[in-house]
């Protein structure tokens, strides 16, 4: 004969059981959540494209608490103060030095019809002209802003003529991650519109004038 006392164990047993099946089943259920800075880019018209402009943009320079795959994010609320949160279930498709670099040089040579030969050999007979970017502050608040402070360099290969420039850009962004990476989208346009604009500067002989 099989006591009460038996019978509710093995009651008690089950339901644990099924709790603990239904957490992890829980668990499963928020998949990680990949976002890209690569934002879809216009085509460029060949009048437009530049074939004897060659730039070359080397890996982007940012704090060491930014280079993971992990958002980094301003925690809310009165009482969060200086915090960041580590976001493991919204992660950048690459470490976001990565993410930064692709992005800001696809979207340069876009920009300029030119040709990046970061990743493919130099040309021996064309100037190349070398940019050096770096991310010297980042703050993405969600539900606020997004505020970014770029600086660069660029220096012509064929004569070593360098000018420097620094950007501070402010973008609002609504509530979610979603809204949040679009806002950051936005300021690396704003970089890409800066920078070009000073490779174009350059080119034409003169000295760039920094924005921002």
């Given at each position: 004969?099989?006591?009460?006392?038996?019978?509710?164990?093995?009651?008690?047993?089950?339901?644990?059981?099924l709790a603990t099946a239904l957490a992890l089943a829980g668990c499963?259920?928020?998949?990680?959540?990949?976002?890209?800075?690569?934002?879809?880019?216009?085509?460029?018209?060949?009048?437009a494209q530049n074939a004897?402009?060659?730039?070359e943009v080397s890996p982007i320079a940012l704090p060491e608490r930014l280079a993971r795959p992990q958002l980094v994010v301003r925690s809310s609320g009165a009482n969060a103060g200086a915090r960041v949160d580590i976001l493991e279930q919204e992660r950048?498709?690459?470490?976001?030095?990565?993410?930064?670099?692709?992005?800001?040089?696809?979207?340069l040579a876009n920009r300029l019809g030119a040709t990046d030969v970061s990743r493919s050999g130099r040309p021996t007979d064309q100037p190349v002209y070398r940019i050096a970017i770096?991310?010297?502050e980042f703050d993405a608040?969600?539900?606020d802003k997004v505020q970014a402070t770029y600086s660069w360099s660029i220096t012509r290969s064929d004569n070593a003529k360098t000018g420097a420039c620094r950007l501070t850009v402010s973008e609002p962004v609504a509530a979610g991650i979603d809204a949040l990476v679009l806002g950051v989208q936005r300021t690396v346009a704003d970089a890409v519109n800066a920078i070009a604009a000073n490779v174009n500067t350059f080119k034409s002989g003169a000295t760039p004038a920094c924005q921002g």
């Open positions: 004969m099989i006591s009460t006392k038996t019978t509710a164990s093995r009651v008690h047993g089950a339901l644990f059981t499963a259920s928020s998949p990680t959540r990949f976002y890209t800075l690569s934002a879809p880019q216009a085509a460029v018209p060949a009048q004897r402009l060659f730039i950048w498709s690459s470490p976001f030095n990565n993410e930064l670099r692709d992005a800001l040089a696809s979207g770096e991310l010297r608040a969600p539900g």
